[in-house]
């Protein structure tokens, strides 16, 4: 372990240490009132998204806009020794072709989620196109800017690159395996107790390896960059997650004051995690736009998002557990290894190891292997979700061995306090998740032993798997407008991605300053409203939900400081209701009035998110249990899955018809990562061989059950709303459900995904 690793580490704990000590925050008195939150609400955006009414960043055209598209390299290790774009340049409609010999000089910039830029925006630290170095295969190596998408894409087939090819390391192995400085932003190495010792006295163990493969996201929506520049001032269009976060990279790369880089993100035609940084595509959009003195727009073919943007890093992961007699844990030890490229982002595969159960002896390590290849990204539930498949399946492994049902064996292992830390939860309903999950699906029915059910030809099975995420609160700030009508305007530089954002926080943003929900709009995506981090993490309803808080704190000393009736009461002696400011003897008036008496056409806020003192020194995190049922057809080893309820401990859940697509979302992600998502990688070039949705397989709807979605609805006391952050929570645990309902079907264990046929028929010749 590397002295980085070891100093990180040791900063951890000490900091653990230390926060103990920090003042609790307040109580939100909104997590348990009854109104706007909690109730049932249609999407506010679905009638424009239904009808064409929201512009995404590739539906923007301005004036004189040019196109590019970006040549991708065809080594994954060497220089360019020779660019000749002389048949591009004589095509059609080419304005430029842009290479490392005349690109605008781009500064480096700290990648994301390293220990050199925790809040970076940028996905690589590498100089592309500032250099002739080539890192992975699909590297951008030249951009082609011409007066249409067609002339474009034509040209840039055109151009010949020569190269001089290194030497890349490709496969991941344990020979070249290290201990990274950090797992975003987590430990990478926990040791708890003795293990060993825990393992060795243990009546029954379970000792396995599980894999997963590199995944891509896939979302609806291309990335997309369309760069203008006016003089020295540059305005982005782009599909950011990190508005923020990409103005502060462009102003840095580009040597801008801050002030110069307007970057908007309203729509976001999903993420997952893909968008949360700026890929090498969008500073060489704003390049090209400099190059060419005009609007450019660059959009990814689906090839190119599998070239030029990362995804999830393959996975495998060493699990040993082992039990006493009644079931209780004895000994966790997780040894994961993942891929990484220089820039270190280490995902931690082991995260549900150190958090889910309470054991004696736990010791988990991340390791990682630098490669050329892209640089893999966040992806829903990043590191916690290939980690839980294995967990979650080694946990249904020993459930066998000891002959106990599976979700008893999770109930005689459920921790009161953190397994690592020893800190309290801020709140725990994962027993609750259990139940509710298990009486919603009739797990009390299912077959005592495998290979017990059949229909036909189809072999019948049931498993679970639990579910955890971290939840955090980031940065964010806000402002709010009340205007004269008495219509308030919330401006955030956060975005919509699909998970219903903005309905959640007109939601609470009502209740929080008691006016109906139409009068309340809610405008998001512009980087210059106020600094915002929050790029994904399942993050935005409870930190937004604080800097509104605070905006509302203002707005009320604000309006107590005018010339009305109310003037010399202190906030705590008025209550936000009614459309206005009342005391809680009923006396006060409307905003409308309370600003028609001051002569005031507007009051203007700002709010920003409080340092969430109780939820550092404590443990935080989301809940769930999967319940799955499945068929395998007994000829082809094709596999169904019919049947699947889900149960959740995220809090207060804010705006439920929102959460439960969510939920649904990540439960669909996950049934295609346990059957069919695989990156396909020729460990020979690096060429990835699967670059498109023809070969590279998602779930479609004849692939979808019914999705039963619950949720346990208890309010946290130390968060904003008493809600937590979900979005992330619904795929971890998915894949291992499926295993274990698979295992259960057919007496056979499969411990690498994806499951596909082949590999049932391979195991089994008698299916």
């Known amino acids: 372990m590397s002295l980085t690793s070891r100093g990180f580490g040791l900063g951890t704990r000490i900091l653990g240490r230390v926060a103990r000590l920090l003042p609790d925050g307040r109580h939100d008195p909104l997590s348990t009132e009854p109104g706007e939150v909690g109730r049932h609400v249609n999407r506010l955006d679905g009638p424009a998204k239904v009808s064409g009414g929201i512009r ?93 998408q067609e002339q474009a894409e034509h040209a840039a087939r055109l151009v010949d690159v020569r190269y001089e090819a290194e030497p890349a390391v490709l496969a991941m192995s344990d020979e070249a395996a290290y201990t990274p ?48 520049w006016d003089g020295d001032d540059l305005t982005v269009h782009d599909t950011a997650q990190y508005p923020y976060g990409v103005k502060e990279m462009l102003a840095k790369k580009f040597g801008l004051p801050l002030e110069r880089v307007h970057v908007l993100a309203p729509y976001i035609g999903g993420g997952f995690g893909g968008k949360t940084p700026a890929w090498p595509h969008v500073a060489l959009t704003v390049a090209a736009a400099k190059m060419a ?134 709140s725990r309903h994962l027993r609750e998740a259990y139940q509710l999950g298990a009486e919603t699906f009739g797990w009390r029915d299912r077959a005592p032993v495998p290979r017990a059910t059949r229909d036909g030809h189809w072999l ?33 530089s956060t975005n919509e991605l699909g998970a219903g954002t903005s309905t959640a ?44 808080w605070n905006a509302r704190d203002r707005l009320v000393r604000e309006l107590l400081a005018l010339d009305t009736p109310l003037a010399g009461l202190r906030s705590s002696e008025v209550e936000t209701r009614d459309e206005g400011l009342f005391t809680r003897d009923g006396r006060g008036e409307t905003y409308r009035r309370l600003l028609e008496r001051a002569g005031r056409d507007h009051i203007e806020v700002t709010g920003r998110s409080a340092v969430p003192y109780q939820t550092l020194k404590r443990t935080t995190g989301t809940y769930g249990a999967h ?76 692939d979808v059950p019914d999705i039963e979605v619950r949720f346990v609805d208890l309010p946290d006391p130390q968060t904003p709303l008493g809600a937590k952050g979900i979005g992330e929570l619904g795929i971890v645990g998915v894949a291992a459900a499926i295993a274990n309902a698979i295992y259960h079907a057919t007496g056979e264990r499969i411990r690498d995904l994806p499951i596909t046929p082949d590999k049932l028929l391979l195991r089994e010749p008698s299916l």
């Open 56 to 148: 995404y960043t590739a539906d923007h055209s301005p004036a004189r806009l040019a196109y590019a598209v970006p040549v991708p390299s065809a080594v994954a290790k060497g220089r360019v020794t020779a660019v000749d774009s002389s048949r591009a340049l004589a095509a059609p409609g080419v304005v430029l072709v842009m290479t490392h010999e005349n690109a605008p000089r781009m500064r480096r910039t700290a990648a994301y989620a390293t220990l050199k830029g925790p809040v970076a925006a940028a996905a690589m630290s590498l100089p592309i196109l500032s250099t002739d170095e080539v890192f992975w295969h699909g590297q951008p190596v030249a951009v082609v800017v011409a007066e249409t």
């Open 505 to 548: 926080q007109t939601q609470a943003a009502a209740q929080r300053l008691g006016v109906p929900m139409d009068r309340i709009r809610f405008m998001q995506g512009d980087s210059d409203v106020a600094r915002t981090r929050i790029p994904g993490a399942s993050a935005a309803t409870t930190t937004l939900a604080s800097a509104i």
């Open 181 to 228: 400085a950090h797992s975003v932003l987590e430990e990478s190495r926990t040791v708890v107790g003795d293990a060993r010792a825990g393992l060795a006295g243990a009546v029954a163990t379970v000792r396995a390896v599980y894999t997963t493969p590199a995944e891509y996201h896939n979302a609806l929506e291309p990335h997309a960059t369309l760069a203008r």
């Open 627 to 702: 319940f799955a049922e499945v068929r395998v057809d007994a000829d082809t080893g094709e596999v169904r899955v019919t049947r699947w309820t889900g149960a959740f401990d995220g809090g207060r859940i804010v705006s439920p018809k929102q959460a439960a697509g969510q939920m649904r979302g990540g439960i669909i992600q996950g049934i295609g990562m346990a059957l069919m998502e695989e990156t396909l990688l020729d460990e020979r070039s690096g060429r990835i061989v699967n670059a498109g949705l023809a070969e590279y397989h998602v779930p479609t709807h004849a």
């Open 293 to 426: 003195g005009r609007p450019v727009k660059l959009v990814l073919s689906r090839a190119d998002t599998f070239r030029m943007t990362g995804g999830r890093a393959p996975t495998r992961s060493s699990v040993a557990l082992g039990a006493d007699g009644q079931g209780r844990l004895t000994a966790i030890v997780h040894d994961a290894l993942a891929t990484c490229t220089r820039d270190e982002f280490a995902e931690a595969a082991i995260a549900a190891s150190r958090h889910l159960y309470a054991c004696p002896g736990i010791a988990a390590h991340q390791r990682v292997v630098r490669v050329d290849r892209i640089q893999n990204a966040f992806f829903r539930g990043p590191g916690v979700t290939p980690g839980s498949f294995a967990l979650e399946s080694a946990m249904d492994e020993l459930a066998w061995e000891l002959g106990l049902d599976p979700l008893e064996l999770r109930l005689r292992n459920e921790p009161e306090r953190d397994p690592i830390s020893g800190r309290p939860f801020t």
């Open 460 to 492: 019948v099975g049931q498993g679970m798997a639990a579910a955890i995420n971290p939840d955090v609160l980031l940065v964010a700030a806000v402002r709010l407008r009340l205007s004269a009508d008495g219509t308030i305007t919330i401006h955030s």
